[in-house]
DNA sequence: AGCCCGTCCTGAGGGC
DNA sequence: TGCCCTCAGGACGGGC
């Protein structure tokens, strides 16, 4: 699934494939995964790429005069430019594909959604920063402005689980359920301690953990569990090396216990049983 | 406010 | 071989 190191790849891949590209046509082959919240006279057709932005997990192309294409991968989502001949090395389009478009350079992008729950919107620029997804979204963990007592601050909004709040994007925008497992484990965190009963010394860990973890992924091209790719059709390696997410009854890295999975805030959560100490344990 | 569930969806994988 | 069932889960909306 995308969540930012894989939304952060994409980003790249396309600011250096499609910027300066004029729309030519838009195919849209799944209805609902094309809106328009714009003008109808606002269309992209004739339209040149300005940049790329993003925004957690939330990525927006902006085009000239005013106009935005706003995507989110949601669980299965990719975009994919390639060139004819590179589409078909690709076997693109194929039948997860339910938005083609077409630049008048002959470059197209594709968006492919196995699942359907992703979504592309088109937005006036001078809309988006207001979106009432973007404007609630928390901190961005690779931001400067983010600090350990950011961190702080953001998780005692929330009283749950530390895992819940990880996957909360009002509380931190961008990280999903493969990062906020390893960044558990990394920081020796037990996924169900109640965000209030975290020490400092717990939240400056899981600080470091989040962005060392991120910053890991980011290097590495993303995780590729089924699904994700890269701009380019390429696949990110992170989970070659992941810790916890996916390592179900394997080892521990650090200290060799099974790998434990449970359920939490409705996910799968994997964690080592004796790195990550449960919660309370000694009231119990 | 927080929790749980349903909704949106397809395809992989287990069981028989 | 094949079919049915479960599971995977990001975001959101509704009910409690």
Known sequence: MPELPEVATIRAGLTRLIVGEEVSSVEVLWPKSYQSRAPTDQELVGHKVQGIRR????????????????????????????????????????????VILTFASGLRLFFNDQRKFGRLVVVPTDRVSSDPFIASLGP???????????????????????????????VLAGVGNIY????????????????????GTQIRRLYSAIK??????????????????SAEGTRGTYLDQACVYGRAGQPCRRCGTQIAKIKVAGRGTHYCPRCQKPPSCHSL
């Open 55 to 98: 925004f957690g997990k939330l990525l927006v192309i902006d085009f000239d005069s005013n106009i935005s294409l706003m995507a989110h991968l949601r669980m299965t989502g990719q975009l994919i430019a390639a060139s004819p001949q590179q589409a078909d090395s690709l076997a693109l389009p194929d039948r997860s594909t339910r």
């Open 140 to 170: 961005d963990p690779t931001d400067e402005a983010f600090t350990p007592a950011k961190l702080t601050a953001r998780l005692a909004s929330r009283r749950t689980n530390v895992k819940g709040a990880l996957l909360d994007q009002h």
């Open 180 to 199: 906020a497992d390893e960044a558990l484990w990394t920081a020796m965190i037990h996924p169900l301690t109640p965000t209030d009963e975290l020490t």
């Open 212 to 229: 060392s973890v991120l910053t890991t992924s980011i290097d590495r091209g993303g995780s590729t569990s089924r699904n994700y790719l």
